[in-house]
């Protein structure tokens, strides 16, 4: 699986959008694009994925660039509840489905 | 849609004994389940992989006889952690997945303590 390499922290402003950016340039054609987030003291929590299109959701959107070597998560109203550590992952989706965890963006929601 | 139940939340023993974490998928049935470990500060290690109806699937450097993992249904998988020392003292958390492309569902993991 390819490697994703994210910024180690980033601040957000209460009721902005919030922009998460992960390079993956060595992404392959049948490689997925997850983001997961770890509230402190809790489980992952699955955000959203893709292949090519960009998605979106009831809790964030997800932008993939043409080449897919890069992409963002878009939280479009930030709370200071998504305050979590972010974690983009690729993967092929087969029979492994093994995730691979970085060690993610920490993102601060300040009021 | 998606939950996953694990249980108990947090649990404090002694050392040399054995101690069980469940993990259930509540609205789906789950072809495969995963067992992390992460210890403060650090990101999830994947400690085996779990399929129903067969043996797990253990990552190197993680002991199958310390970590007995037991996946007798669709919804239910277990880690039993026998004979438990300090070292290891961490959080668990499992997952669980449908299919193929299908992200992993998370429980909200059991903090385990051996004194």
């Known amino acids: 699986d390819a490697k994703t390499t994210q910024p180690t922290s980033m601040d957000c402003a209460e009721g902005r959008a919030a922009n998460l950016p992960c390079n993956h340039s060595t992404i392959s054609g049948n490689e997925y694009v997850y983001w997961y987030r770890q509230i402190h003291s809790q489980g992952p929590q699955y955000i959203i994925h893709g292949l090519k299109n960009n998605e979106t959701n009831e809790m964030a959107s997800l932008i993939i660039t043409e080449d897919r070597k890069s992409s963002t998560l878009i939280l479009p109203h930030a709370t200071l509840r998504d305050t979590a550590v972010y974690y983009c992952i690729v993967r092929v989706a087969d029979s492994n489905y093994q995730l691979i965890w970085g060690a993610g963006t920490k993102l601060i929601i300040k009021p | 849609g998606a939950v996953v139940s694990q249980h108990p939340s947090w649990v404090i023993c002694k050392s040399g004994t054995s101690v069980k974490i469940e993990c259930r998928s509540l609205?789906?049935?789950?072809?495969?389940m995963f067992w992390y470990r992460q210890f403060p500060k650090q990101s999830l290690m994947l400690m085996a992989t779990s399929n129903e109806g067969s043996k797990a699937t253990y990552e190197q450097g993680v002991e199958k006889d310390k970590f007995l993992i037991n996946h007798a249904s669709l919804t239910l998988s277990t880690l039993t952690v026998t004979s438990a020392h300090p070292e290891d003292s961490s959080f668990y958390i499992c997952?669980?997945?449908?299919?193929?492309?299908?992200?992993?569902?998370f429980g909200d993991g059991t903090r385990l303590s051996i004194l």
């Open positions: 609205d789906f049935q789950a072809t495969t």
């Open positions: 997952s669980a997945v449908t299919g193929s492309s299908q992200p992993q569902h």
